[in-house]
C-alpha cells in the first residue's frame, strides 16, 4: 500500500487506540469514530460512505412548522402517546395517495424515529402466540435491527435473498414459515444496504404467505418513493409505491421522515399499523402486557413505557410536510433525487477502477440508483475490502453486517458531495494500482 494517500501506521495507531479487534469487521459507529479520530489527527478528509445520514437540508416547510409549534408553546404540553390529531389524518391521507392503501388515522401511530417504532413493533410480535417466538428477516438489512432484537432478548431467523428473487422465493419463504415458529417478517423496500426493490410478484408472495401462516409483515419504508425509476410523486395518481399492504391485512408499515424529508434528527416516523391487525386480540399478547387490542397494546403499553409518545413540536413538522406532499405543493421525491444522481455517478467510478456491482439487479432489470449500492473487488472478502479502502481514504461498512452472504461492500452516497467524485477517482485508482492481480 505505498501508494496510499494515507499514514498506515496512523490509520492503526487509530485502529488499536480505538480497540477494533478486526476492523474488516467493524460496526457503522467504530467505522464513524475511527474515521473522525484520523481525520482530527490530520487535514485528511475520508469519502464517508459508512453512514446513512441524510447529505441535504431539512424540507423548510418541516422546519417553519416545528417553529410555530414551539412558539405556541407546545413544548410544555405532554403530547398524546398515539399522536396528534393533525398528524394521524395527514399520515393516512398520505398512506391513501401515495400507497393507494386505506388506513384509519387512528393506526397511524408516531414514533421517535422507525427505529423506536421498529422495536415497539419487534416487542410485540415476539408475543402475539406463544409457539412464533422468532422474527424473520428477508436480508440483508438494517444492522441496528438485529441489535434491537439481541437487546429485546427475542430470537429471529434470517436468510439473503440474493438467490431466492422472484417466484424462487415462495419456496424458500414456505420452507421456513412452515415450521409454524415465525411471527412476522421484516424487510426494508428499497432495501438497506442493497437498494434492491422488490416488485408487485414478490410483494404478492410475501403477503399471501403472511395470510397463509398468519404472520405479521413489518415492511420498512425507510425510503418511501426512492426507487427512481418510477415516478412515485404524484399524490392521488398511480403508479404508487409498491407494498405489501395490497396482499395481507397483518401488516405494520413504517414510514420514517428521515430519508424523504431529511429529518432525521428530529427522530420521527410513523408506525401504521392496518386496521384489521390494529383492532386484533392476542390472548397471548393480552396476557404479556396486559393489554388489549394490537394497537392498543402498541401505543398504551410499550410506547407508554419507551417514551410516553413522540416529540410534540416534531410531530407537528411531520403534520405540515405530509399536509404539503398531499396538497402537491412540496415533492418530496424531488427533494432527494439527488441521491441517485451520484449514485450513478459513483458506480461508475468504481466499475471504472476494477471494482463490481454485487446486488445488482431486480430479477431482469438493472437495479435503481439511489441511497445506497454494494460493490466488491476481485479476490478481496467484503471484510479485507472496507479494511483497504480505508487506508485509501474511502470509508464503508461490510456486506456481512447486514445479513448478506455475498463477499462486498454497502456504499451509502449520502455524504459524498459532487464535489468530491475527482478524490474518489484518483483514490480507487491507486487502490485497483496497488491490488490489481
Ligand atoms: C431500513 C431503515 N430503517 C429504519 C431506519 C431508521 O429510521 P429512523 O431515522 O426513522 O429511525 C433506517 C435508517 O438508516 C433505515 O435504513
Known amino acids: 500500500m505505498n501508494n496510499s494517500p494515507l499514514d498506515k501506521s496512523l490509520v ?83 398512506i391513501k395517495n401515495f400507497l393507494n392503501i386505506d388506513l384509519s388515522a387512528a393506526g397511524c401511530i408516531p414514533t421517535t424515529g422507525s427505529m423506536q417504532g421498529t422495536y415497539a413493533a419487534f416487542m410485540a410480535a415476539g408475543h402475539v402466540d406463544k409457539k412464533k417466538d422468532t422474527l424473520l428477516f428477508i436480508d ?17 431467523d434470517t436468510f439473503d435473498v440474493f438467490n431466492f428473487r422472484g417466484e424462487k422465493l415462495r419456496a424458500k419463504l414456505e420452507s421456513i414459515l412452515s415450521g409454524g415458529n415465525i411471527n412476522s417478517i421484516v424487510y426494508s423496500n428499497p432495501n438497506n444496504p442493497s437498494w434492491i426493490c422488490f416488485n408487485d410478484e414478490e410483494l404478492k408472495i410475501i403477503g399471501e404467505l403472511a395470510n397463509k401462516y398468519d404472520v405479521i409483515v413489518m415492511e420498512d419504508l425507510a425510503y418511501f418513493g426512492m426507487d427512481f425509476r418510477t415516478d412515485f410523486s404524484k399524490p392521488g395518481e398511480a403508479p404508487y409505491q409498491p407494498s405489501v399492504a395490497n396482499y395481507t391485512d397483518n401488516y405494520v408499515l413504517f414510514i420514517s421522515s428521515s430519508k424523504i424529508f431529511s429529518y432525521a434528527g428530529q427522530r420521527i416516523g410513523i408506525m401504521a399499523i392496518s386496521d384489521k391487525l390494529f383492532q386484533r386480540d392476542y390472548p397471548d399478547l393480552q396476557e404479556r402486557f396486559k393489554g388489549t387490542t394490537f394497537g392498543a397494546t402498541i401505543t398504551l403499553r410499550l410506547l ?117 467524485f475527482a478524490a474518489l477517482d484518483e483514490r480507487l485508482r491507486l487502490f485497483h494500482e496497488n491490488f490489481r492481480k
Do not use: W
Open 12 to 94: 492503526e495507531k487509530k485502529i488499536q487506540e480505538l480497540r477494533i479487534p478486526d476492523v474488516g469487521k467493524a460496526s457503522i459507529r467504530e467505522i464513524v469514530a475511527l474515521v473522525n479520530a484520523v481525520e482530527e489527527a490530520t487535514d485528511f478528509k475520508y469519502i464517508r460512505m459508512e453512514m446513512g445520514v441524510p447529505g441535504l437540508p431539512p424540507a423548510k416547510v418541516g422546519v417553519e412548522a416545528e417553529k410555530e409549534a414551539l412558539d405556541k408553546g407546545v413544548a410544555a404540553v405532554y403530547p398524546m402517546v398515539d399522536g396528534i390529531k393533525p398528524l394521524k389524518a395527514e399520515a393516512s391521507k398520505f
Open 140 to 156: 440483508p438489512g438494517f444492522p441496528v435491527q438485529k441489535q434491537q432484537m439481541m437487546v429485546l432478548g427475542l430470537k429471529y
Open 304 to 420: 407508554y413505557s419507551l417514551s410516553s409518545g413522540t416529540s410534540h413540536s416534531a410531530q407537528y413538522a411531520l403534520a405540515g410536510m405530509l399536509k404539503a406532499v398531499n396538497e402537491g405543493s412540496y415533492n418530496f421525491v424531488e427533494g432527494v433525487k439527488d441521491y441517485g444522481e451520484r449514485a450513478k455517478k459513483m458506480k461508475a467510478l468504481f466499475l471504472k477502477n476494477g471494482f463490481d456491482i454485487v446486488y445488482k439487479k431486480d430479477l431482469d432489470v438493472p437495479i435503481a440508483d439511489g441511497f445506497y449500492f454494494t460493490i466488491g473487488y476481485p479476490g478481496m472478502t467484503g471484510n479485507e475490502l472496507v479494511a483497504n479502502l480505508l487506508f485509501y481514504g474511502v470509508s464503508a461498512i461490510a456486506l456481512d453486517n447486514t445479513g448478506s452472504d455475498e463477499e462486498g461492500i454497502r456504499a451509502c452516497v449520502s455524504f459524498v458531495q459532487h464535489n468530491q
